[in-house]
């Protein structure tokens, strides 16, 4: 089968879906205090308003989490809401309306790094198990290089202005507090996001599923990037990070138009593992179904390595410069 949706429908799962017991979810899992940081309070000159305090929690949650939220970021709350309306609508069409926007050729399988809507489809040899999850995953940048035949009308505009404002504050904002932390200037992690650097976009609906005690949404990763930007809709949580081998939930954010932000690989390895990358993965729900739209920001590989004023400086010790 190729899509999750023609699945959602039965009683129970497929074989492919089912996860090897020890990777299975447990049915409680505790909740993990990520904290909100207040964007507007993070620029160099708003020590006095309590930019030190937002500075030290976003040290603590880099350090350890490698996730957190952030509010007061400068994406309009009109724009969330839109790219979240226009991604569940296009998620309901009828099947041969999304495949409209398939890459996979009539009787071919749908690959994960194909642009366009399908479902990661394993090849047979490869032993893991599927993911409960449809998506559509779109390159954003550089911007000559999107396909836009695959990208719906409707939310064509929508996501191109998602993107604008999250880069901005990418950008402008948290990577330059980041880069103050470990004692860089404000351009230090932004310039590796420049020249031939990629974003993509991936939307992903996880359609309600009979069995969440054995299916998992997407399986543990981290992300291949510097920094991940994802908006969840508010209709269920699902997320959950690892932190010290226990999984923790992440709880569906208060304020609506809160973001998540994930430290990705690159940054672990940039930072020489001062900032953690997070482990994480989605468990699946019997009620409800999901959205997100998660926006990966790629440097290219060349501009990957560890920092050389990070490394075989026994003075960091672990610890941060201030
Ligand atoms: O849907 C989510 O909440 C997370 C998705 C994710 O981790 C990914 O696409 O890399
Ligand atoms: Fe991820």
């Not at 479902?119 to 040899?125: A, D, H």
């Not at 990577?175 to 860089?184: H, K, Y």
């Not at 994930?262 to 482990?279: C, H, L, Q, R, W």
């Amino acid at each position: 089968m190729l899509l999750v949706q023609e699945n959602a429908a039965g009683v129970d799962v497929p074989d492919g879906y089912v996860m090897k017991p020890e990777d299975r979810p447990s049915a409680e899992a505790p909740v993990a205090q990520i904290p909100v940081i207040d964007v507007g309070l993070l620029s160099g000159e708003r020590k006095a308003d309590g930019g030190d305090e937002e500075a030290a929690k976003l040290r603590s949650a880099l350090e350890s989490w490698g996730i957190f939220m952030v509010s007061n970021h400068g994406v309009e709350p009109c724009v969330i809401d839109g790219m979240c309306s226009a991604s569940r609508e296009f998620f309901q069409r009828p099947l041969e309306e999304k495949m409209k926007y398939s890459q996979a050729k009539d009787g071919e399988k749908y690959e994960d790094f194909h642009q366009g809507y399908g479902s990661k489809e394993l090849k047979l040899e490869h032993k893991s198990t599927r993911d409960w999850v449809d998506r559509m995953f779109l390159q954003v940048e550089p911007q000559e290089h999107r396909q836009l035949h695959l990208w719906p009308e409707s939310f064509r505009d929508i996501l191109h202005e998602f993107f604008v404002q999250q880069s901005s504050l990418v950008n402008k904002s948290l990577l330059p507090a980041m880069a103050r932390l470990l004692g860089f200037d404000d351009d230090f992690f932004g310039e590796k996001l420049r020249g031939r650097a990629l974003t993509f976009a991936r939307l992903s609906h996880y359609p309600s599923c009979p069995r969440p005690d054995l299916v998992l949404g997407v399986k543990s990763h981290t992300d291949a990037t510097i920094v991940t930007v994802l908006m969840v809709d508010n209709n269920a949580s699902g997320l959950q990070v690892q932190k010290d081998d226990v999984w923790y939930d992440v709880p569906c954010p208060t304020d609506p138009h809160a973001l998540l932000i994930f430290v990705g690989d690159n940054t672990e390895v940039i930072s020489n593992g001062v900032f953690k990358a997070s482990v994480h993965r989605v468990v699946t729900n019997a009620q409800n179904e999901r959205t997100s739209v998660a926006m990966f920001y790629v440097p290219i590989p060349e501009e990957v390595a560890p920092a050389d004023d990070l490394v075989n400086d026994s003075s960091l010790d672990g610890a941060t410069k201030q």
